[in-house]
């Protein structure tokens, strides 16, 4: 993703600062610009692949900028932060097109979960097909039924309550279930429960009063209002601390929230969806997590396999992946050779889909060729315990025999390289060079 071009139109110095100095280190090309009018100068004399902008913009608001870039750009993805966004904003700005809003403050860290969970999805997205906006790339049984359970259930009211191991994608079957509900038109908010101190994540979900505690400069709606009548994603929510599950609790009881320093319940109307990657049975036990509550959110459970249980979709993803990173990295990778694919197939990938992504993303830019080779899926020490385990499978002979056969089958893998060899045994290329003097010497005396 490194050199994407991004416009950012953003009046308040200090957020700019921030948002510049982070996307400029993760190797964004950063455009700034304070005010509506200039933005849509900017789009029409140049090329962006993401426009961030405030609502409240001098000369031209956010809204209107969004129609105006709509009209000469339908594919440009837009997301929308603002301090002061209200319910009715954010609903009509997804309803235009907005690839999503953000409230304020942005630390360090959500500009982070920004950039991993928005950008590199928005730059991707193909908005020429609107039914692969959140599309799942399967071919196993066992996910196909899990897809027909979401469609099936996605009109319901009732809570849902994702686990799976980290990686396996539960974020995007939240979103999938979403776009196929009758709240799809609705906004769809996703908080991150593991990346927000307690203190912040309460505010975050249930807005405060100004005044409330110090820094509550002026009132700030949560993310369950910015949510009404749409749907609400709590990330691995086993991280929230067992106070504010009392909380959220009440509030899927009862269907109202209390902003901190509030004096009257507020009414909200939001489909919750639940993740976490964690035993949420043993965090129970441990008396880490509330039993009434999980008994609240698990009215519909769904978890989801691991990379390693649904392994007929590796060449799928994997050939998915060189597809999304040509189109991003403008590269013309035709494929995978079969022993690439045969490698891919025995790594363990304890990373799921997600490191299956970055290994390929990695693959695509390495490649020199028109597909991609063992030799371009990198050193990584997964790769090369898979790739050990493997020179190793021979038939039962002595020590040294097994040895000399264990090196020439690491030569014949790697063409004669033996750089490569060396760093696949384990040994230095001087050892490698001295045990091949060895045996010519025996063959030579024989």
């Known amino acids: 993703m490194r050199g994407k071009k991004i416009l950012l139109v953003e009046s308040d110095a200090t957020d700019r600062s921030l948002m510049v100095d982070r996307f400029n280190q993760l190797g964004y090309q950063v455009s700034v610009v304070g005010d509506g009018l200039r933005a849509f100068e900017k789009i029409a004399g140049d090329h962006y692949d993401l426009v961030m902008t405030e609502l409240n913009l001098p000369h031209m608001g956010g809204i209107d900028l969004l129609k105006k870039i709509k009209k000469v750009n339908e594919s440009l993805p837009i997301i929308f932060i603002s301090a002061q966004a209200g319910v009715t904003e954010a609903v009509e700005a997804m309803k235009l097109g907005a690839y999503d809003f953000i409230v304020k403050p942005l630390t360090v860290e959500m500009i982070e979960i920004i950039r991993s969970q928005l950008f590199d999805r928005a730059i991707a997205l193909d908005r020429g097909k609107p039914e692969a906006k959140f599309a799942i790339i399967t071919e196993n049984a066992k996910m196909n039924r899990l897809l027909q359970e979401a469609r099936e259930i996605a009109h319901s009211q009732a809570a849902i309550f994702i686990q799976g191991e980290s990686g396996t994608g539960k974020e995007l079957f939240a979103r999938y279930i979403h776009n196929y509900s009758n709240r799809k038109d609705r906004p769809f908010v996703a908080i991150n429960c593991s990346a927000l101190p307690e203190t912040l994540l309460e505010s975050e979900l249930f807005g405060h009063e100004k005044g409330s505690f110090t820094g509550a400069m002026s009132r700030k709606k949560g993310k369950f209002e910015l949510a009404n009548h749409g749907t609400m994603l709590l990330d691995e929510i086993s991280e929230m601390n067992i106070q504010l599950q009392s909380k959220l609790l009440r509030v899927l009881q009862e269907r109202e929230i209390d902003r901190i320093g509030g004096t009257a319940p507020i009414p909200v109307d939001v489909r919750i969806i639940a993740t976490t990657n964690t035993d949420i049975e043993k965090q129970i036990r441990d008396g880490k997590f509330r039993e009434d509550l999980y008994y609240r959110l698990n009215v519909i459970p769904f978890h989801l396999p691991p990379l390693k249980d649904k392994r007929d979709d590796m060449p799928l993803l994997a050939r998915h992946f060189v597809e999304k990173y040509n189109r991003l990295d403008k590269r013309n990778v035709k494929g995978l050779t079969e022993a690439a694919v045969d490698l891919l197939m025995q790594m363990p990938w304890k990373g799921n889909v997600r490191e299956l992504e970055n290994v390929m993303e990695r693959a695509v830019l390495m490649c020199k060729g028109d597909f ?57 290329v001087r050892t490698l060079r001295n045990k091949l003097n060895e045996y010519r010497e025996k063959m030579e005396a024989q």
């Open 372 to 428: 991609i080779d063992e030799k371009d899926l990198g050193s990584h020490e997964k790769m090369r315990a898979v790739e050990t385990a493997r020179l190793t499978t021979v038939p039962s002979v002595s020590l040294k025999e097994m040895e000399k056969k264990v090196i020439f089958h690491a030569l014949d893998q790697t063409n004669g390289n033996r750089t490569r060899a060396a760093d696949i045994l384990g040994i230095s």
